[in-house]
């Protein structure tokens, strides 16, 4: 279930890795790298001074490539694959920037209503001129007076009184895709109540695009209002239920986050690629800069940061595809049931968009670092990758609300009875003031580690324990989430390791054993700080000052040979140049 790897032990799991995807997905992957190597970067500065036909003759070019095609059912000339290689075409594209973005707007928020919640009659009219490019799509959720909090919207919508159409009202805002959108799924109020979506058409009267936005970064992608004044929409073309427009927009944000975390790892891998390059070719002193330590230490955080993410995604996309592929498809709830199985790892969703969006900012920090002065200049791409960034920690939700709903979720899980949750974390207190205890070896090439991330477990439920009746501060909250996150990521990097190792080459599994160990020592410190920061919320006196040394006794991760395993990561990303842990090809 969702949420349970906090109350069950890390060792034996089994998880999707790249490593699983057999060799028709990779060729996927290949099709969708290319393109953006030779097609979009190389016209990106194009793009990114609004020449938006080219950037819709890019998209109609993706489409002939089939690469609007993953989440899309076969009966309507899809490809119906699964959520990991879906996840894959969003990494490969995450370089291009902002097209990734109007991209991303297309294939997920834009097209995945429809797919999800459309009769069989919106389907027919409008999947095909999604899929084939003739047609882009927007999403249009977020008002100018309502961010966070879209069901608190003002956009309304009235039946006609011939029953018709529904007239809507209201404005959008920051939407992307806006300038050369043909469809729009807005989200209006039916009487100003019942919250509820529509599939409303540029053409349809009305509607029109309010200028476009001057953007601190994604300047190659179209963003803008969109203004809707007694809008005539067909009534059939409601989207779902009356009423159940929140399950549409909360469904397809879960996701979109998860395709977000994707990517911001394709884009991290971008920057890295950069700044390893540079760290290759430029001298100082009279030695390449990626010989010097200062640097040396950036090359090999930053590739631990982006394995980490790399193993998230696509665990978490594991997750939803074991959950997928158990379904009924001929029963008539198939639909709601596939919904459920989403919607079952919200919280998993929610942990990935952080975790890959704040680890992107890291990187293209660092990779901006590399380059010194020159990465402040627009000729290099770096200075893009820093620009573009910025907006993902508040895309697909802000991480402090998606923050706030890692815990949450699992409170309601908890007082459902889906978990024994307060009883765990009451055991886990009561445990906390014995000795320090000793533990069996762990066995495996990576046991140890993963015994670790059980005892960070049993930290954080002692954690919960102590600081049960403030939980529902939002502070205590999000120190909560970054511990969750932590082990979460800490845990799938280890057991992605384990997986991986045995079929590894002597010098792949070195590289292995080092990024695990650079992984855990920085999430370890991470999680000792978030874990401090809750106790210190939730306690005082001898109890605070008694829990602070559980925290900080059990947070310290042996990271032996630290040292050795970071020079040994930064010395392969600087002869490639670019990220080392690639399946075979790519």
């Known amino acids: 279930k969702g949420g349970e790897f906090l109350l069950t032990g890390a060792a034996g799991k089994r998880i999707f890795t790249p490593g699983d995807f057999p060799p028709d997905r990779r060729q996927i992957a290949w099709t969708a790298e290319e393109f953006v190597r030779k097609e979009v970067l190389p016209d990106l500065d194009r793009m990114e001074r609004r020449d ?50 109007t991209y991303s707007g297309q294939t997920g928020i834009g097209s995945l209503p429809l797919v999800y919640y459309g009769t069989e009659d919106q389907k027919k009219r409008y999947l095909g001129l999604l899929t084939s490019g003739e047609w882009i799509g927007a999403y249009c959720l977020t008002e100018p007076d309502c961010g966070s909090d879209p069901l608190s919207a003002r956009t309304t919508a009235r039946l006609s009184e011939d029953g018709r159409h529904f007239l809507l009202n209201g404005v959008k805002q920051f939407i992307t895709n806006a300038a050369f959108a043909d469809l729009f799924t807005v989200f209006a109020k039916i009487d100003g109540k019942r919250f509820s979506a529509f599939l409303v058409e540029r053409r349809f009267p009305g509607v029109s695009v309010g200028p476009e936005e001057e953007k601190m970064g994604l300047k190659g992608s179209s963003t803008a209002q969109v203004i809707l004044e007694d809008a005539a929409v067909p009534a059939e073309n409601l989207l779902g239920e009356a009423g159940k427009g929140h399950k549409i927009a909360f469904n397809v944000l879960n996701i979109g986050r998860l395709k977000l975390a994707a990517t911001v790892t394709g884009m991290a891998k971008g920057a890295f690629a950069e700044a390893a390059a540079y760290a290759g070719q430029r001298r100082q002193f009279g030695r390449v800069i990626g010989e010097f330590g200062a640097i040396r230490e950036k090359l090999a955080d930053m590739t631990a940061a982006i394995f980490s993410c790399e193993s998230v995604v696509y665990r978490v996309a594991g997750l939803l595809d074991d959950g997928i592929a158990t379904l009924p498809r001929s029963r008539a709830d198939s639909m709601d049931l596939y919904m459920k199985a989403i919607e079952e790892y919200a919280g998993e969703c929610a942990i990935a968009k952080v975790h890959c969006t704040e680890a992107l900012a890291y990187v293209v920090d660092e990779a901006v670092q590399v380059h010194g002065g020159y990465g402040y200049i627009r000729e290099y791409p ?205």
Not at 54 to 79: H, I, N, Q, S, T
């Open 382 to 586: 770096v200075e893009r990758y820093y620009r573009d960034e910025r907006i993902n920690r508040i895309f697909e939700g802000t991480n402090e609300i998606n923050r706030l709903l890692i815990p949450t979720l699992l409170f309601r899980r908890a007082e459902g009875g889906e978990f024994d949750l307060r009883e765990k974390a009451a055991e886990a207190g009561a445990r906390a003031g014995e000795g320090k205890r000793g533990r069996a070896p762990g066995n495996g090439p990576f046991g140890e580690e993963l015994l670790f991330v059980d005892s960070l477990k049993q930290t954080f439920l002692a954690v919960l324990d102590a600081s049960w009746e403030a939980r529902e501060s939002q502070e205590v909250l999000l120190a909560l989430a970054d511990m969750i996150i932590g082990i979460f990521a800490m845990e799938t990097v280890a057991l992605r390791a384990e997986k991986e190792y045995a079929a590894a080459g002597m010098g792949e599994k070195d590289l292995l054993g080092a990024v695990v160990k650079v992984a855990l020592f920085s999430g370890a410190g991470r999680f000792q700080a978030a874990a401090s920061r809750c106790t210190a919320y939730a306690l005082s006196g001898d109890a605070l000052a008694s829990l602070l040394t559980l925290v900080s006794r059990r947070s310290v991760f042996p990271a032996d040979g630290l040292l050795e395993a970071k020079r040994l990561l930064a010395e392969a990303s600087r002869e490639d140049g670019r990220y080392v842990f690639r399946f075979h090809g790519s």
């Open 52 to 101: 938006f036909a080219l950037v819709v003759a890019k998209m109609r070019r993706c489409a002939g490539l089939g690469l609007f095609l993953a989440d899309v059912p076969e009966e309507y000339g899809g490809l119906d694959l699964d959520k990991a290689t879906s996840m894959l075409i969003a990494e490969k594209m995450g370089p291009s920037g902002s097209f990734s973005i």
